[in-house]
């Protein structure tokens, strides 16, 4: 069975806060995801990556980093949190990128900046 | 924006009833995917339709695909309580790296 994990699964940040988000997948994958979801938006891409130590911007990057130090494990990195990132964030890894590849969700990390 | 704006939808029916959502995207597809979010949870894939299957079956899911008019449908047959949930469509970018971009989600609410 595909896994994902993220963590942490809930957090309270404060506006201007440093928060890092992780992800770590057993499933082999290289292609790796950050999506950001909003209600009545989706999701939409932030940052991904098809191999480690390189990460893409997505459609969403402002504001956000990432990193890709290994193949399992990639992060979202809020240097400066802002009351606008208040959102769901989920990761997901596939084998192809979107080309007739499943992509494979994690559970969500809900951030709330105050 | 790739998406139709039917895409947003909500929909309340009764269990046993069939549903029937649609999505609409705007640049061309090899492959849809259909999503299902349930409360608290990440999506996971339902079925993949390619572009040369107008239809494809999956137990109690049958979605569809018409690449003339840029349209999928998924329809659920007998539903369940346990098919409430967020259902999104989902199509590959050029940059197939990228993964894939969604649509914005029909709302499925099934009351016993």
């Known amino acids: 069975e595909a896994a994902v994990t993220q963590s942490p699964r809930s957090k309270v940040a404060v506006t201007g806060g440093k928060v890092t988000l992780s992800c770590h997948q057993t499933?082999?994958?290289?292609?790796m995801y950050w999506y950001r979801q909003d209600t009545g938006h989706g999701l939409r891409l932030i940052h991904y990556?098809?191999?480690?130590?390189?990460?893409e911007k997505g459609d969403i990057p402002d504001g956000y980093k990432a990193s890709r130090p290994s193949q399992e494990n990639f992060s979202l990195i809020l240097e400066l949190a802002s009351l606008s990132q208040t959102a769901v964030y989920f990761c997901?890894?596939?084998?192809?990128?979107?080309?007739?590849?499943?992509?494979?969700f994690g559970e969500g990390s809900k951030l709330t900046v105050l | 924006s790739q998406w139709g704006e039917e895409n947003l939808q909500a929909l309340s029916i009764q269990e046993g009833e069939d549903v029937t959502m649609n999505c609409s995207y705007k640049?061309?597809?090899?492959?849809v995917q259909w999503y299902r979010q349930k409360s608290g949870k990440g999506p996971a894939q339902l079925i993949l339709?390619?572009?040369?299957?107008r239809e494809k079956r999956s137990g109690r899911l049958r979605a569809t695909l018409d690449t003339s008019s840029q349209s999928s449908s998924l329809s659920i047959t007998g539903t369940l309580a346990t098919d409430t949930a967020v259902y999104f469509c989902?199509?590959?970018?050029?940059?197939?790296?990228?993964?894939?971009?969604f649509g914005l989600g029909t709302r499925v609410s099934v009351f016993p």
């Open positions: 997901a890894s596939g084998r192809l990128g979107g080309r007739t590849g499943q992509l494979y």
């Open positions: 499933n082999n994958h290289d292609y």
């Open positions: 990556s098809y191999v480690a130590d390189s990460t």
């Open positions: 640049t061309y597809t090899t492959v």
């Open positions: 339709i390619r572009s040369n299957e």
């Open positions: 989902a199509t590959e970018v050029n940059n197939y790296a990228q993964g894939l971009t």
